[in-house]
T-cell receptor
Framework: AQSVAQPEDQVNVAEGNPLTVKCTYS??????LFWYVQYPNRGLQFLLK??????LVKGSYGFEAEFNKSQTSFHLKKPSALVSDSALYFC???????????FGAGTTVTVRA | DAGVIQSPRHEVTEMGQEVTLRCKPI?????LFWYRQTMMRGLELLIY????????DSGMPEDRFSAKMPNASFSTLKIQPSEPRDSAVYFC???????????FGSGTRLTVV
């Protein structure tokens, strides 16, 4: 079985401040981890993924995420948030033995000017 | 590439009517997924096709829902008869398989009145 938890429903930050969106996961095999972003009335857009290799992965729009195996976490980060980063963010995990991508409940990020 | 194409973007129908949602996957993507998104339940996987064959339809809520993939370039999700509780955004997503993530369409917003 596989599952994803996003412990925060909402994250509020000021523009220019660091942004962190938390994600923890559970899989029986090796994890493939993903972050997606959803803007209003749009589909989910791929941000970045971890498959193997370097634990720090960089993605679109200046986002990065760090894979931490011991803590089973894959937190999304951005050093300096923009108002345009305001959106709904989803963490997802795929067990290396499974076809299914399991999504977290999503975290709404609001960046105030 | 035009991405995953879904039609229609919006659908408003009366309770009891048949509704058909359409999806054109990205060429070369052999996995196709139908998701439903609501505020209450988040993202729910309805059905998964691999190489045009339905593999897992355990997420289909009831017999009123059916999905087909007659060929590699087309899939439909049908609701007959529709009910107000079916109102949601329905997403089609496709993938090249392991270890890739999914590419989502823009979704169909269904309103059943």
């Amino acid at each position: 079985a596989q599952s994803v938890a996003q412990p925060e429903d909402q994250v509020n930050v000021a523009e220019g401040n660091p942004l962190t969106v938390k994600c923890t996961y559970s899989v029986s095999g090796n994890p493939y981890l993903f972050w997606y972003v959803q803007y209003p009335n749009r589909g989910l857009q791929f941000l970045l993924k971890y498959i193997t290799g370097d634990n720090l992965v960089k993605g679109s729009y200046g986002f990065e995420a760090e894979f931490n195996k011991s803590q089973t976490s894959f937190h999304l980060k951005k050093p300096s948030a923009l108002v345009s980063d305001s959106a709904l963010y989803f963490c997802a995990v795929r067990d290396s033995n499974d076809y299914k991508l399991s999504f977290g409940a999503g975290t709404t990020v609001t960046v105030r000017a | 590439d035009a991405g995953v194409i879904q039609s229609p973007r919006h659908e408003v129908t009366e309770m009891g009517q048949e509704v058909t949602l359409r999806c054109k996957p990205i060429s070369g993507h052999n996995s196709l997924f139908w998701y439903r998104q609501t505020m209450m339940r988040g993202l729910e996987l309805l059905i998964y096709f691999n190489n045009n064959v339905p593999i897992d339809d355990s997420g289909m809520p009831e017999d009123r829902f059916s999905a087909k993939m007659p060929n590699a370039s087309f899939s439909t999700l049908k609701i007959q008869p529709s009910e107000p509780r079916d109102s949601a955004v329905y997403f089609c997503a496709t993938s090249k398989g392991q270890p890739y993530g999914y590419t989502f369409g823009s979704g169909t917003r269904l309103t059943v009145v």
